[in-house]
């Protein structure tokens, strides 16, 4: 089987997409992990299918390892770029439907804005907190030295294995400030089972939990594949609304893979 795709990539995470609004694409785990492969397939931290849903788009997202998996930030940016290049979007805004939910979109230049979920509140945990952004993450207040660790990855998978995450899995997110309102940031992500560039739902935890913990209610972010920002407002329950991803979503190439 052949199958045309497109790559895109948004501050160094980067997903294979497949316009799949024909409905025709059925892929199984092992052919989408295979397509992700970045020695004998594409290469990408995740694949994204485009389909029509009942009342909008859909975005269906798959990890590396093939398995469908729950909100991708940076993955949804991308979505709503490569609806705009498809010649699908109708003025400004992009509308649709993902694992967790109803999403918008809008464009700024090369940034995308992604409207997230909104986040029912943040736990504390041993060494850090959990909190849903659209996926479960584990947020972890670090020393600046972090940013060049070696030591990071073991450090992440250890928790990301701890028995009470080690079923359903926890990406886990370790922060610095670098500046007031400002912060570093490296994730492991689930699923990969490896650090990825960058991770929007990441990201946004981690904006978040520090924003909550100094006043910020707009937090910019530096990850290994570029900058990302995130803006939300708190609630006095303890949860958030109007949570707001942006960043670029960039498109690297497209062709057609065959062997599927």
């Known amino acids: 089987m052949q199958i045309s795709f ?13 316009d799949n609004r024909s409905g025709n694409i059925k892929l199984t785990t092992e052919q989408v992990a295979f397509l992700c492969n970045r020695r004998f397939g594409i290469g990408a931290d995740g ?11 859909r975005m269906v997202y798959f990890n590396s390892d093939g398995r469908e998996s729950t909100m991708c930030g940076n993955g949804g940016r991308c979505f709503a770029r490569f ?12 509308r649709f ?33 959990t909190l849903d952004t659209g996926s479960p993450h584990f947020v972890h207040v670090a020393e600046p030295f972090f940013w060049n660790q070696p030591e990071f990855v073991p450090q992440a998978r250890a928790i990301r294995n701890r028995p009470e995450f080690i079923e359903e899995g926890i990406n886990v997110n370790f922060i610095s400030e670098t ?5 570093r940031i490296r994730t492991f992500e689930r699923g990969v089972e490896d650090e ?10 981690a904006a978040l ?3 909550s913990q100094h006043g910020f209610n707009h937090v910019a ?35 057609v893979i065959a062997g599927v």
């Open 179 to 183: 500046a007031p309102g400002q912060l």
């Open 6 to 18: 497109w790559k895109y990539q948004g501050t160094g995470n980067d997903f294979v997409m497949i």
């Open 83 to 94: 609806a705009q290049d498809l010649g699908i979007v109708e003025g400004n805004t992009v």
């Open 221 to 255: 972010l530096e990850s290994k594949g570029g900058n990302l920002s995130v803006s939300f407002t708190p609630q006095e329950d303890g949860t958030f609304s109007e949570v707001m991803l942006k960043g670029p979503a960039v498109k690297v190439f497209e062709g």
């Open 97 to 129: 439907d993902a694992i967790d939910g109803y999403h918008e979109a809008s464009f700024d230049g090369e940034d995308v804005i992604l409207q997230m979920k909104n986040c029912e509140g943040i736990v504390t945990k041993e060494n850090g907190f």
């Open 209 to 211: 939990v520090y924003g």
């Open 47 to 57: 694949l994204i299918l485009l389909e029509n849903g009942a009342e909008r788009l």
């Open 196 to 205: 990825t560039y960058s991770c929007g739902t990441g990201v946004t935890a």
